[in-house]
């Protein structure tokens, strides 16, 4: 069974931290661009980062809204079939449902262009 899952979500004061983990479940994530997005509520689904593809011209290229760049890092375990969001200097617009996905296409970053999405992890920042 394919199951994307996304894990690490949760409850961090403004100025916290926190990482999250996308682990793919039933085929490997190497051969796919994969994109964190975010969903706030009474909004529209946005991209936070997404990363290239291990194994093809866009290996290693990643991209950040201009909201986190700075702030978040996201990266690829190959060897553990995970890809990572670092989010480091939250605040409370940054309160979301965090979501992974995966595309076929070559360095996506819009929504339209994901096929494959987790379930999502609630992340909330206040005080």
Not at 27 to 36: C, P, Q
């Amino acid at each position: 069974q394919l199951q994307l899952v996304e894990s690490g979500g949760g409850w961090v004061q403004p100025g916290g931290s926190l990482r999250l983990s996308c682990t793919a479940s039933g085929f490997t994530l190497d051969a796919y661009t994969i994109g964190w997005f975010r969903q706030a509520p009474g909004k529209e689904r946005e991209g936070v980062s997404c990363i290239g593809s291990s194994i093809t011209s866009s290996a290693g290229r990643t991209t950040y809204a201009d909201s986190v760049k700075g702030r978040f890092t996201i990266s690829r375990d190959n060897a553990k079939n995970t890809v990572y969001l670092q989010m480091n200097s939250l605040n409370p617009e940054d309160t979301a449902i965090y979501y992974c996905a995966i595309t076929g296409l070559l360095f996506r970053c819009k929504d339209m262009d994901y096929d494959y999405w987790g379930q999502g992890t609630q992340v909330t920042v206040s005080s």
